[in-house]
Each structure stands twice: as C-alpha cells, then as structure tokens.
C-alpha cells in the first residue's frame, strides 16, 4: 500500500509569507505526527494529531500550527516565515494506539530567503 | 531537547565489515526504534524493539535493548556500499507519535 506522502517536496518562500504543507498518511492509519528538522538542532517533533485533535505538541512558537481532516490528512502552516524556518519538515504516521511502528514521508524541503 | 545521544557522530568502515552504533537515552520508554536517512530524503524505518524485548533482528540488522541501562545498540552485518546513511534512534516515551530523536550516526560504507 501506498506510503505516506508529502506535498510540495521542495518551496521557496519569502520572510514574512506563510507556506502550508501537506501530508496523507498511510491508509487506515490515525495518526499523524509533524517534524522539523535542521544541521542545527536535529529532529524535532511539532505536533501530533489523532483523529482531528491535537494530541501532544513541542516546544515551537504559535507561528506553526496544523490540523487534520476527517480523512486523516494533515497540513501543517507556518505564518510569518523566518529565514530559521528553512528546514527539511517531516511527516509521520501510524495507527496511533501506542507501540506502534511509525512511517516517515519524503519530507518537504523549506527554504525561506 | 534531545532524547539522548548515539555513539559514533560518524563511523567509516569497508565493505563486508559489521558497523555497529549506539544510542542512550534519560526517561522510560514504551519501545524503541531506529531509522535510516539517505541524505536530503525522509526517514525509513529499520526496527522497533519494545522496551520488554532485549534482542530483535531483522536480516543484517540486530538491535539490543537494555533498559536497565537506557541504551540499545544497532548491528549492521556484511555493511554494503549502499547502507552508507545516517542512522537514528527514536524513542517513544510518551506513547503516540511524540517520537525522541538522538542526533544520528553518520555511517559511510567504502566499496
């Protein structure tokens, strides 16, 4: 079946604009879970929502926030870009009853001048 | 924050050797999993190991857990040019998909 899938993979954005990605989990799975990663500061996790509520969050300013479709499809925003923002941001999914196996995308490369 | 760290930062080796990495982590954990990243790609997913598991493998990958010492080490056997990636550990604490990432070793794979 298919993996999980992210869109755009690559954007360039401007400082100051917003950008939304995109991610469809794997099919039945509930879960789906957003990171960023940069050289600087590794992989870090934004949020997590399971069936449309927000379930836990780190540690990122208000500027980015998500949310989650009836579907399990997810999108992630970012407001007021910040060249800091330039990041590869990674989505992932699984079934979300804990201990379970978790599935990564392609990830969608931010690069913010 | 990170969740802990794994050893080495970078490890080179030869084709046909065993590369082994190591990952530690600080709080309880439900399971523990690693993962390969080619570079600028997304994450692929080698193995998880529950935290009442002490061993697993999974053709050239065998994975240790020790949570009395909050470690786990990764085994890749008869290393191919084509493994060469980075290697992370994730950990899982707080169950759902809120994964803790070490930094990653880099492993180059010489042919």
């Known amino acids: 079946k298919a993996g999980v899938t992210q869109t ?8 100051g604009q917003q950008v939304t990605l995109s991610c469809s989990p794997i099919s039945g799975h509930r879960s789906v879970s957003w990171y960023q990663q940069t050289p600087g500061q590794g992989l870090q996790f934004l949020f997590e929502y399971f069936s449309e ?11 980015f926030s998500g949310r989650q ?11 007021t870009l910040e060249l800091g923002d330039s990041a590869l941001y990674l989505c992932a999914s699984s079934l979300g009853q804990g201990r ?14 | 924050s990170q969740q802990g760290e794994e050893d080495p930062q970078a490890l ?21 999993q ?20 002490r061993e697993k ?9 020790d949570t009395s010492k909050k470690s786990s080490s990764l085994l890749i056997t008869a290393s191919r040019a084509a493994d060469t990636a980075s290697y992370f550990c994730a950990t899982d604490p707080y169950q759902g998909g809120k994964l803790i990432f070490g930094q990653g070793t880099e492993l180059s794979v010489k042919p």
């Open chain 2, 34 to 53: 690693w993962y390969r990243q080619n570079s600028g790609r997304g994450l692929v997913h080698l193995i998880l190991i529950r935290s009442n598991e």
């Open chain 1, 100 to 113: 379970n196996t978790i599935y990564f995308g392609e990830g969608s490369w931010l690069t913010v001048v």
């Open chain 1, 8 to 15: 755009p993979r690559y954007l360039i954005k401007t400082r």
């Open chain 1, 69 to 79: 479709f009836s579907n399990s499809r997810s999108e992630m925003n970012v407001s």
């Open chain 2, 57 to 65: 493998h999974s053709g050239r990958l065998r994975v240790t857990l």
């Open chain 2, 12 to 32: 080179s080796i030869q084709e046909g050797e065993n590369a082994t990495m190591n990952c530690s982590y600080k709080t309880s954990i439900n399971n523990l």
């Open chain 1, 53 to 63: 509520t927000q379930r836990n969050k780190g540690n990122f300013p208000g500027r």
